[in-house]
């Protein structure tokens, strides 16, 4: 079973990002730039791809177990792209405010996944959602993306659950089955 946990954006944050999504593609013009569907827009915490055997229901039952975070807010605030140099492949935007609570969250669930001793990756999470990927782009798509202007401040998500997806990939795109929530405490 192929599996993920990320944030869920809320209805507001899906339109604001919507219409992001919208102005770089104008902004870009006739880039073959492919927008990710805001129906399947999600802040991945953690990717996990194939878990057989007994896995994935260790897995849900570590996502289950309480949190003791609290809710909290993140922005949407810069815009950036795969790789660093040359030409684009993957349109993100990034989250400024709350990034520090997100990346503790982050560790505490994928401390939780490692103790089932399923590998996790130990690159430093740096919190982001795929905008958008290129098939084919040019170094002029970085230009036209990074230098537009941009609105000041930026979609804002209230951050209160974590949920595991599972993933099914098919000819006419991916399905995302929702498996398990861990909610976070309520703030005082």
Do not use: C
């Not at 944050?13 to 013009?29: H, K, S, Y």
Request: proline share 7%; charged share 25%; glycine share 8%.
């Amino acid at each position: 079973m192929r599996l993920f946990l990320a944030i869920d954006l809320d209805d507001a944050a899906r339109d604001a990002i919507a219409v992001e999504q919208t102005r770089i593609a104008q902004a870009i013009g006739r880039s073959p730039l492919k927008l990710v569907v805001p129906d399947h827009l999600h802040l991945t915490l953690v990717f996990l791809g194939e878990v057989r055997g007994d896995g994935p229901a260790a897995v849900r039952a570590a996502v289950e177990a309480p949190l003791t975070e609290t809710a909290f807010d993140v922005v949407f605030d810069t815009l950036g792209v795969f790789p660093a140099r040359g030409a684009p492949r993957v349109l993100w935007i990034g989250v400024g405010e709350g990034a520090a609570r997100l990346i503790a969250l982050q560790r505490r669930i994928a401390g939780r996944i490692a103790e089932l001793g399923l590998v996790v990756e130990r690159r430093a999470f740096h919190p982001h959602l795929t905008l958008g990927r290129w098939r084919e782009s040019h170094p002029r798509d970085r230009t036209a993306v990074l230098n537009r202007p941009r609105a000041p401040g930026g979609p804002r998500l209230h951050v209160d659950h974590v949920t595991l997806y599972q993933s099914q990939l098919s000819s006419s795109g991916s399905t995302y089955t929702r498996l398990a929530r861990a909610t976070l405490e309520s703030p005082p």
